[in-house]
């Protein structure tokens, strides 16, 4: 019996390593596409399956057809040879299907009753009829690219109802099946699953006011390598979703969450009296950017740090995050690991400060361009989504640099100033392209990487001529932020200062709804 | 707050304080909460703990009795002597009351378990 969960885009890699060792698969049985993972199980597994905590749902897999097969058909071809490929009786009556199904059924039925009206003399009869109850189902679907576009899904939808309950002798029910029957129609391929739970997995049953998905905040949790009684710090808990999932997952944990807001700590209460960890939780109101805490004082740090977008901070987004890291530094015990979940653009900084990161250089120039190391980035995302840096840093990015194209750099270091615009200066729409900002972070960087091999733009009058222009053109719009200069190139040069002193393990793209966001490991050394 | 809070807490974010540790205690509201005692976490977190701050923490709850000055090797096996940190450091928690810097003397309030550690503009 095929089975498949989705994930979220980046956390596919975790599913993966979740599934495989979960269900001892070795990685050829185990196939990923976009957002997928695929593998091979058994109705008693169910149970397991329902526990993984890297996915959003899980599915038992009915079909599964390359969309290839129907790519250069006309559309009342195509539709017509869906409509048969999903009727096909073969996989409905397959005897696994079946015993998944009964399964499903039977949960759902149990369910019921649970939570049914406690009607005195009616429980055990009423129970007898459940169970030899016709099936009940609805279809739902969905489409998307260019083959989705020749389907109404709603029209497919209810087709393939009708024709199904015939077919199957089942009933429909759209309010509440005992099981659902999920087509999904696209270019790569056309599914037909069926969802082995109503809310997702990823919506964790434990956790009462919601905040970061489950799989992320068990992701952040994991990567922390937690062997030991650990005291774990989230200086910005917020409602302590992930110190929850810590707690919940993670055996000898003692966490302390801090948040400076009474609703965020108010809801964190909350989630700590419904999960039941109130022995290992604990709140303290406070100012990230002055913990009070004894230097040296936990074992381990997760952040989901302020992206700019829901809850933002007064002072500029570089100074914040400066702060932020030297206090999570100072309270963090050496050669402990520090997790933290960061916006694309604050990402951006910490790739290009770290120290263990080597500034490449590529053969036949003596100029490092900014740009380049989005490069061998984008090179190592297409590939793999998971980036490692390290001893081998120096080895892989010489055989990156060589892939590189120089043309496509040009396109990123473009790419790299309108991304740190937006990280470094809360400016007007206006003024987003003014090619300073990123002058001045390179700047300071390059200051901070102390390379002796400069681009030859960046020189010091230059700098100062277009500072002035900037704080010029800054005080004529008026309706800004008064952010000087000077701060604006301090608050750059303390963060770069404040990660330096972190090692950089590793990173992890992964797509929050609709952002784009990283995992990033660091490590005290 | 439970203790084994309190005992990573410090003032020294207050401008001029330079240890700031370990924080006063004055107890308004104290509950005991029943936690599942673990040995082994108990036996594992107590190099963590500060066992000076643990004990002035707990007489000052009113729950120090029984716990020594020291701990010496032999008592890590003691199960009795266990539980007894185990109700110190886990179970005791204080609802209502303030914590004292112990350099300056400023307060920091404790409502509903929660104890709150934001300074004023003037203190940073």
Not at chain 1, 115 to 118: A, V, Y
Not at chain 2, 91 to 96: D, K, L, P, R, S
């Given at each position: 019996m095929r089975f498949f969960c989705t994930a979220g885009r980046g956390t596919e890699i975790f599913a993966c390593q979740e599934v495989r060792k979960e269900f001892n698969l070795c990685s050829d049985l185990v196939p990923k596409s976009e957002g997928k993972v695929y593998f091979q199980g058994n109705v008693n597994q169910i149970e397991r399956i329902l526990q993984l905590k890297t996915v959003e749902r899980a599915f038992a897999l009915v079909l599964h057809v390359d969309s290839n097969k129907y790519k250069d058909l006309d559309r009342a071809t195509f539709l017509n040879n869906l409509r048969t490929d999903i009727l096909n009786e073969d996989s409905w009556k397959n005897e696994d299907l079946k015993s998944v199904i009964e399964y499903l059924k039977s949960r759902h039925g149990g369910i019921l009753q649970r939570?049914?009206?406690?009607e005195g003399g009616e429980g055990p009869p009423s129970k007898k009829i459940k169970q030899e109850r016709k099936l009940s189902f609805r279809v739902s679907c969905k489409c998307s690219g260019v083959l989705g576009r020749k389907v109404t899904a709603q029209l497919l939808a209810k087709q393939i109802g009708i024709k199904l309950s015939q077919l199957m002798r089942w009933n429909v029910n759209f309010k509440d099946p005992d099981i659902e029957i999920c087509i999904q129609v696209n270019d790569v391929h056309v599914s037909v699953g069926i969802p082995l739970t109503r809310v997702p997995l990823s919506k964790r049953d434990y956790v009462k006011c919601h905040g970061l998905r489950g799989p992320v905040t068990w992701i952040m949790s994991n990567l922390l390598e937690i062997k030991n009684p650990s005291v774990i710090l989230d200086p910005m808990c917020g409602k302590a979703t992930i110190l929850l999932e810590a707690a919940k997952q993670i055996e000898g944990v003692f966490c302390i969450g801090c948040d400076i807001s009474d609703d965020q700590l108010k809801s964190a209460q909350e989630n700590i009296d419904f999960g039941k960890v109130h022995d290992r939780l604990q709140l303290i109101k406070g100012d990230c950017r002055a913990l009070p805490l004894t230097n040296e004082s936990v074992d381990g740090i997760v952040c989901d740090t302020p992206f700019g977008k829901k809850y933002s901070v007064k002072e500029s987004s570089t100074a914040f995050h400066a702060s932020l890291l030297q206090e999570m530094y100072r309270v963090l015990k050496r050669n402990e690991t520090v997790v933290l979940l960061v916006s694309e653009e604050m990402h951006h900084c910490i790739k290009n400060a770290g120290n263990s990161f080597q500034p490449c250089v590529h053969p036949g120039q003596n100029q490092i361009i900014q740009g380049q190391e989005d490069c061998i980035q984008l090179n190592e995302d297409i590939e793999n989504h998971c980036f490692v840096l390290g001893d081998q840093s120096k080895q892989s990015l010489g055989i990156q640099t060589d892939k590189a194209n120089i043309n496509f750099s040009d396109t990123l270091v473009s790419d790299t100033k309108n991304s740190c615009e937006k990280s470094i200066l809360p400016l007007p729409p206006q003024i987003r392209t003014y090619p300073l900002p990123n002058e001045l972070y390179a700047h300071a960087t390059e200051k901070a990487l102390q390379s002796d091999t400069s681009s030859s733009d960046l020189k010091d009058s230059k700098l100062t001529d277009k500072c002035d222009e900037l704080t010029y053109s800054l005080k004529s719009i008026g309706n800004c932020e008064d952010v000087k200069c000077d701060d604006l190139e301090r608050g750059v040069t303390d963060l770069s200062s404040a990660l330096e002193q972190f090692k950089h393990v590793s990173d992890h793209y992964i797509k929050l709804g609709e952002t784009n966001s990283y995992i990033v490991v660091l490590k005290k050394p | 707050m439970k203790l084994i809070t309190h005992n990573f807490l410090t003032s020294n974010i207050i401008k001029g304080v330079k240890n700031g540790y370990p924080l006063g205690i004055l107890p308004a509201k104290v509950e005991v909460k029943d936690v599942e005692f673990n040995p082994a976490f108990i036996t594992r977190m107590l190099p963590k703990v500060d066992w000076v701050a643990l004990q002035k923490a707990a007489k000052e709850c009113g729950y120090g009795e029984g716990l020594p000055d020291a701990i010496k090797d032999e008592l890590m096996e003691d199960t009795d002597f266990l539980k007894k940190v185990h109700n110190a450091l886990m179970?005791?928690?204080?609802?209502?009351g303030k914590l004292v810097c112990p350099e300056s003397g400023r307060e920091f309030p404790i409502n509903n378990g929660v104890p709150n550690m934001l300074l004023n503009e003037d203190e940073v």
């Open positions: 939570e049914g009206i406690p | 179970e005791v928690e204080v609802i209502e």
